[in-house]
């Protein structure tokens, strides 16, 4: 299963990079993270590890697996029966709006039970981070 939301945000391009790479501050911009702690120092790398807590759900460490600075990274959490991967990209526009997309794939021998059980969960949770880091970033630049 992979859903995927894309959402314009009328904001720079920097500003919006930074309030999806500062993973540490989630909690201050979206109500589906209350906690997010960085479990190693320095900017978000290939390897950099962030323990998540959401409403209702286990805690779970992230691991960032791919990264173009100042455009995209995707991170997993999970082992082999379950592996849970989401994206997260910026592009900036010609007209001053930047384009952000969220991504959310659940894999392994789980996932078709996974996506019955909480596919609808995901979905919502994905539209909800989307519509939060559009609000967020369009108050920080007014």
Same mark, same amino acid.
């Given at each position: 299963?992979?859903?995927?939301v894309?959402?314009?945000?009328r904001a720079p391009?920097?500003?919006? #990079?930074?309030t999806?790479?500062s993973?540490?501050? #989630?909690?201050e911009?979206?109500?589906?993270?209350?906690?997010a702690?960085r479990l190693?120092d320095?900017?978000?790398?290939v390897?950099a590890?962030?323990?998540v807590?959401q409403?209702g759900?286990p805690?779970?460490?992230w691991v960032?697996?791919e990264l173009?600075?100042?455009?995209?990274f995707? #991170?997993?959490?999970g082992g082999?029966?379950l592996?849970?991967?989401?994206?997260?990209?910026v592009?900036?526009?010609?007209?001053?709006e930047?384009?952000?997309?969220?991504?959310?794939a659940?894999?392994?021998p789980l996932?078709?039970?996974a996506a019955?059980t909480?596919?609808r969960?995901?979905?919502?949770?994905l539209?909800?981070?989307?519509?939060s880091?559009k609000? #967020?970033?369009?108050r920080q630049r007014?």
């Open positions: 299963m992979r859903h995927e894309v959402t314009t945000v391009a920097e500003l919006v #990079w930074e999806i790479a993973v540490e501050r #989630w909690p911009w979206t109500p589906t993270v209350t906690a702690r190693d320095g900017p978000l790398r390897g590890r962030t323990e807590v409403p759900q805690s779970r460490v960032v697996t173009r600075d100042g455009a995209s995707t #991170w997993s959490s082999r029966a592996r849970l991967t989401a994206g997260h990209a592009r900036a526009g010609e007209d001053g930047v384009t952000v997309a969220l991504s959310f659940v894999s392994g996932a078709p039970l019955l909480a596919g969960t995901i979905r919502r949770l539209g909800t981070e989307a519509e880091l609000r #967020w970033c369009e007014a």
